[in-house]
């Protein structure tokens, strides 16, 4: 099966510019999570779906950040304005419905903020 | 709230040799998994191993085993005869019953010297 498409793969931008990523999971695949991942530390979880709704969001940066799937597949998130301190991989994965299923991860989309 | 918390930031190890990477973690939950993934440099994340809290058993693939003690809410990563491939950053994950809500560690870089 197909893994998790993420794009871009990069992006350098400016700080208070815009910039959006995309995600397509796992065909079947019911939850999906957005993370930043900071160099040198663990993925942080900003936003869960779990098909078109959102299951926590409690660690997204609201003021700035925004996330959607829309019809349960593909999501976006979007940052605006962005920050020098958003700079970081965004990772995004998805698994199958069931406690024991593990997450498979995108390749992340790395983000300079200059 | 979950913590998980990886104490060893770095370590290295010989070819062939073994290493266990530690790996702490904070809950109130009675239901939840926890699962190593690895991350190689400049390569996508993968799961490395997994353990239901439940099963007292401690899981096994391969060359990989854990040692999961529930009570001191610890789960251990041993690698057996390492091999050049596993050099990657390796992290620790906590992942919520039901809700499939997961909190990850800040990993260790393991280096494995020919």
Avoid at chain 1, 66 to 86: C, F, H, N, Y
Avoid at chain 2, 13 to 26: G, H, I, K, M, R
Wanted: charged share 20%.
């Amino acid at each position: 099966e197909a893994g998790v498409a993420q794009s871009p793969r990069y992006k350098i931008i400016e700080k208070r510019q815009s910039v959006a990523f995309w995600c397509n999971p796992i065909s079947g695949h019911a939850t999906l999570y957005w993370y930043q991942q900071i160099l040198g530390q663990g993925p942080k979880l900003l936003i869960q779906f779990q098909n078109n709704g959102v299951v926590d969001d409690s660690q997204l940066p609201k003021d700035r950040f925004s996330a959607e799937r829309l019809k349960g597949v593909d999501s976006t998130l979007k940052i605006q304005p962005a920050k020098l301190e958003d700079s970081a991989v965004y990772l995004c994965a998805s698994r199958r419905r069931g406690d024991y299923n593990e997450q498979f991860f995108g390749p992340g989309t790395r983000l300079t903020v200059l | 709230a979950q913590t998980v918390t990886q104490s060893q930031p770095e370590m290295s190890v010989q070819e062939a040799e073994t290493v266990t990477l530690s790996c702490t973690y904070d809950t109130s939950e009675s239901n939840y998994y926890l699962f190593w993934y690895k991350q190689p440099p400049s390569r996508q994340m993968i799961l490395v191993i997994r353990q239901e809290a439940y099963k007292q058993q401690n899981a096994t693939e391969n060359r990989f085993s854990v040692n999961f003690q529930k009570a001191a809410k610890s789960f251990s990563l041993k690698i057996s005869d390492s091999q050049l491939g596993d050099t990657a950053m390796y992290f620790c994950a906590f992942m919520k019953g039901n809700a499939g809500k997961s909190t990850f560690g800040d990993g260790t870089t393991l280096t494995v010297k020919p």
